[in-house]
């Protein structure tokens, strides 16, 4: 073959390869149901395996397989250490492969509950779902678990594998039993598209070709649904929906708003809609690197340009201006729980929701969900890999679709605001009513005017430290010297303040961060008012006292540590709380059974063992006029 011939054939080649379409699936089910032996017979049945990968499979099937010396496919998708020498799948493995018909993505996800996280992870970009059951077990309660996150993240097209059937002598009566009582269970979770297919991944028989132990069966082997199944998105068929990621003027007469389609498609002269603020424009050009496009679709990375300049930043999403996405603050969402350290409901975290990053909170945990019984459960907070129906605010409006119509625009992960790591996925259900019907009230009097008839900056002194420092006393005296010098003032103390507004909280976690959150806004309230509020709480975590910082204005937020070593603080234990939790009659103590998190670089720190009441006040005062805040 000449030169030129070759070159004509992988053209020819790669133009057939980048007109298959690419189908995401994810193969999930209970521990040892065989999900990285299909795969690996998947790869290996495509001739998708190099010489030096199936030398190294030899090898390794040899040394650590579990089939007698033969191949171990398993062991081609089982990277991790642990995985081998258990024979279990821990973290999600990517594979890619490719057929005559169709390009693929699989992800192998965990079987074993605690690692429920990691199978959602792997479910959210699927558009299809391979779930395994062994036929020697029938559906387990795994397989209903990885069911319910399938239909919770909105994957509608499942392929039923029910494997090792030669362990059960390919019998029909066992598969048409599994087939009909998975059928049943998943009617209740919406599941209708489902493909029953009776498999040997071991041995081969239906995941490529036909299997000739199984003349009873007559659909598709497992490789022939997948290149067949309707791949894609529901939202390619909906509204237009452009999540801007990037602002682009590479010179004074051009801008550009750049970002993946996640939804619908857009054609130069449409009219778009700017989300949050409402603006309209229409489109004028579809710029790509490759040149501009007639017309653009989704999951294709474009920048548009717009009839006139309106203002658009990152995180704003343009839509098709008749069929705007809705817009809110408040939303009533299903959450898994991916962190080992709690969800804590009013804690504050950061929601990323498209191109879009909002502070919010958990305002209300509706009730957990037992996926393995679909049953509701009570739950004050959630820890990792539990799922619930909770409520969530955020500190700005964000537009947004119901996750069911959109997953780009409806779903969203939360991320702790102090590591950055993501702790939980939530898919968004609908906005709650009350985020469209309550406003915000412009009042006429200021804070800046109610400040100015004091005499003094309003502020907020916070005071923080564990049981026995000293917070409450210096407080106290505190107030006494801002009152002589003429300064408006209002106390609020831990103990008085739990004797009323704060009466229903206990100590757990998921209380302190309630019961600091509500001070934190009770504290903003009367600095509005234009006083100087002294908190005196001891406040144990530092995410929630860096919430209420958030809430007043640059440079009226004081924190002073108390900072007192616990043998000081239990000696001067007067109440005698320290001795009852050294006896365990008072759980979640902090300092003893629960955490304290000092604060890294508080504006005072208070040593009380080598500074009196009377310098501690004079050194809170010293700070508070060198700040501006009292005369």
């Not at 209970?30 to 030899?58: H, N, P």
């Not at 090898?59 to 995985?83: C, I, Y």
């Not at 809430?551 to 900072?563: I, N, T, Y």
Request: glycine content about 10%; hydrophobic content about 40%.
């Amino acid at each position: 073959m000449t030169a030129s011939g070759t070159a004509a054939d992988v053209g020819r080649y790669l133009e057939t390869d980048d007109r298959k379409t690419l189908l995401r699936f994810i193969t999930c089910g209970s521990v040892d149901d065989g999900k990285s032996t299909l795969i690996g017979r998947l790869l290996y049945e495509s001739k998708l395996i190099f010489d030096d990968q199936l030398a190294a499979l030899e090898a390794d099937s040899r040394r650590v397989g579990t089939q007698g010396g033969a191949l171990d496919f398993a062991l081609l998708v089982d990277g991790l250490a642990a995985e081998r020498e258990q024979g279990i799948t821990i973290d999600v493995a990517y594979r890619f492969f490719t057929t005559e018909r169709r390009k693929f993505i699989v992800a192998d996800t965990p079987g074993h509950e605690q690692y429920t996280r990691n199978m959602a992870t792997g479910a959210s970009t699927a558009d299809v779902a391979v779930i395994l059951v062994d036929a020697r077990k029938g559906v387990l309660t795994q397989t209903r678990r990885h069911s319910f996150i399938v239909a919770m993240l909105g994957i509608k097209r499942v392929a039923l594998a029910v494997n090792k059937m030669d362990l059960v002598g390919y019998d029909q009566a066992v598969f048409d039993r599994i087939a009909a009582d998975y059928r049943e269970f998943a009617v209740g979770l919406g599941l209708t598209g489902i493909e029953a297919i009776p498999i040997s991944a071991l041995r081969g028989d239906n995941v490529v070709e036909p299997g000739p132990a199984m003349p009873w069966y007559d659909g598709p082997p497992l490789l022939s649904y997948l290149e067949s199944v309707e791949a894609g998105s529901d939202a390619a068929g909906g509204p237009f929906r452009l999540p801007v990621q990037l602002v682009t003027r590479p010179d004074l007469d051009f801008r550009g708003y750049a970002g993946i389609i996640a939804g619908g498609s857009v054609r130069p002269g449409d009219e778009v809609r700017v989300l949050p603020s409402g603006a309209t424009a229409t489109v004028l050009r579809i710029v790509t690197f490759d040149g501009d496009l007639p017309v653009a679709e989704t999951g294709q990375s474009v920048t548009l340009t717009l009839d006139r300049e309106i203002d658009v930043s990152r995180g704003d999403l343009i839509v098709a201006a008749a069929e705007p996405a809705g817009v809110a603050d408040q939303f009533e969402a299903h959450l898994v729980w991916m962190h080992t350290e709690p969800l804590l409901p009013g804690r504050p975290y950061l929601m990323k929701l498209a191109s879009s990053t909002a502070a919010c909170s958990v305002t209300h945990i509706k009730h957990g969900i037992n996926v393995n019984t679909l049953e509701r459960t009570p739950a004050s907070t959630l820890s990792v890999n539990d799922i619930a129906v909770a409520n969530i605010a955020t500190d700005r409006r964000l537009p947004f679709d119901p996750y069911a119509v959109n997953r780009d625009t409806g779903g969203f992960v939360l991320i702790d605001r102090l590591t950055n790591v993501t702790v939980g996925a939530g898919m968004i259900d609908f906005a709650l009513r009350r985020s469209d019907n309550i406003h915000w009230q412009a009042l006429d009097v200021t804070r800046e005017a109610r400040a100015a008839i004091k005499g003094h900056r309003p502020g907020v002194v916070w005071f923080t430290g564990i049981s026995g420092a000293g917070k409450s006393t210096i407080a106290n005296a505190l107030e006494g010297r801002l009152h002589a010098l003429g300064c408006h003032t209002a106390t609020l103390d831990g103990d008085n303040v739990r004797h009323r507004l704060n009466r229903d909280l206990g100590f757990t976690d998921a209380d302190r961060v309630e019961n600091i959150r509500r001070v934190g806004e009770v504290a903003r309230l009367m600095a509005d008012a234009g006083l100087l509020v002294l908190v005196s709480f001891i406040s144990p975590f530092r995410a929630e006292r860096d919430a209420a910082r958030a809430l007043v204005g640059a440079g009226e937020f004081v924190e002073v540590f108390v900072d007192t070593p616990l043998d000081v603080a239990e000696g001067r234990d007067r109440k005698g709380l320290y001795r009852k939790a050294r006896a365990g009659s008072l759980p979640h103590f902090t300092g003893i059974d629960s955490p304290y998190e000092p604060p890294p670089s508080p504006e005072v720190r208070i040593d009380t063992v080598t500074s009196d009441v009377p310098e501690s006040v004079e050194q809170i005062v010293s700070h508070l006029r060198e700040k501006g805040i009292v005369p």
